[in-house]
């Protein structure tokens, strides 16, 4: 069985549920999951975990990273270039001045209403569900705070329907549609998102991520390698267990922390990253009043 991590560089037109459905066939192994889901239409970075490394899905920092393509003159009811266009104003006299006096708006702790064509539950039912039978509208979709930590202007195109393309970072949850829409209406002409690719998602970026064809050639000539376990968990503190401790933690046992730590050493984290000696990564123990308790064991000693 195949342990670790892949990271897709996620084709357009398809979802994230396809992708894992297409792993499963390459790799011939069902026990496999994402980190995140990705708008059919978007590509680049997917977080894929395989075999026991879905247990650490939950553990992967948060924090996300896209390259938007924004299009100005157009409003669809999906908020980007797939849906139905329900405004057709071009608007060739935008300016990227303009557009820069509202960008601002677009930073920091923000609300945004989400398309109503997301993936969103509500009462136990997704949005494009009830959109798509026309049972809900916009106005229905409840805001939620999102954190933008940067956008930034990359090209501009001065046509009959201007493009925009911008940087955005930003944590999960964020609706890179309800952007392009926003800034269309603060700019009275309307915009909606015509292209996405995202450079880095928790702890996943472009530079290890990799298509679909290439894991199959990879697989053709046995040089096919998933990251470690560990990859996207680096920001948790690393802690390491003589030989004894190793055998009781694989076992489930809770680990004091003077067995571990130095005097006057403290932790500060909730979770951490479990070792052995030779710096093998063992799984994640959550810091508790009495010591290290296990939470995720790789290999667990029956």
């Known amino acids: 069985m195949i342990n670790g991590f892949i990271s897709i560089d996620k084709p357009p037109?398809?979802?994230?549920?396809?992708?894992?459905s297409k792993l499963r066939k390459l790799l011939k192994q069902k026990k496999i999951g994402h980190g995140g889901t990705?708008?059919?239409?978007?590509?680049?970075?997917?977080?894929i975990a395989v075999g026991n490394a879905t247990r650490l899905l939950r553990f992967l920092p948060a924090g996300k990273a896209y390259v938007a393509k924004i299009r100005f003159g157009l409003v669809t009811n999906t908020d980007d270039?797939?849906?139905?266009?329900?405004?057709?104003?071009?608007?060739?006299?935008?300016?990227?001045?303009?557009?820069?006096?509202?960008?601002?708006l677009f930073q920091g702790k923000i609300t945004q209403r989400p398309p109503a064509f997301s993936a969103i539950q509500v009462n136990g039912k997704r949005l494009y569900d009830l959109a798509r039978r026309g049972e809900i509208t916009l106005d229905d979709v409840p805001m939620r705070e999102v954190d933008i930590t940067d956008i930034r202007v990359l090209n501009w195109a001065e046509e009959d329907y201007p493009e925009l393309d911008v940087a955005i970072a930003c944590g999960s949850g964020t609706y890179i549609r309800s952007i392009a829409r926003d800034l269309g209406e603060k700019l009275g002409c309307g915009a909606t998102l015509s292209g996405l690719r995202r450079t880095y998602s928790n702890g996943f970026d472009l530079n290890s991520s990799l298509s679909f064809e290439q894991i199959a050639e990879l697989l053709r000539s046995g040089n096919f390698e998933v990251l470690a376990p560990d990859h996207g968990l680096h920001f948790l503190p690393m802690l390491f267990l003589d030989e004894n401790a190793t055998k009781r933690w694989c076992m489930g046992q809770v680990?004091?922390?003077?067995?571990?730590?130095?005097?006057?050493?403290?932790?500060?984290?909730?979770?951490?990253r479990m070792c052995d000696r030779n710096q093998n990564f063992l799984g994640v123990s959550e810091v508790i009043e009495s010591g290290l308790q296990p939470i995720v064991v790789l290999n667990p000693i029956n």
């Open 81 to 104: 270039i797939t849906g139905e266009v329900i405004s057709d104003r071009p608007c060739p006299n935008l300016t990227l001045t303009e557009i820069q006096k509202f960008l601002s």
């Open 255 to 272: 680990i004091a922390i003077k067995d571990v730590l130095a005097e006057g050493e403290n932790i500060l984290s909730q979770f951490v």
């Open 38 to 47: 990705l708008d059919p239409m978007a590509t680049g970075v997917l977080p």
């Open 13 to 20: 037109f398809i979802t994230a549920h396809d992708c894992v």
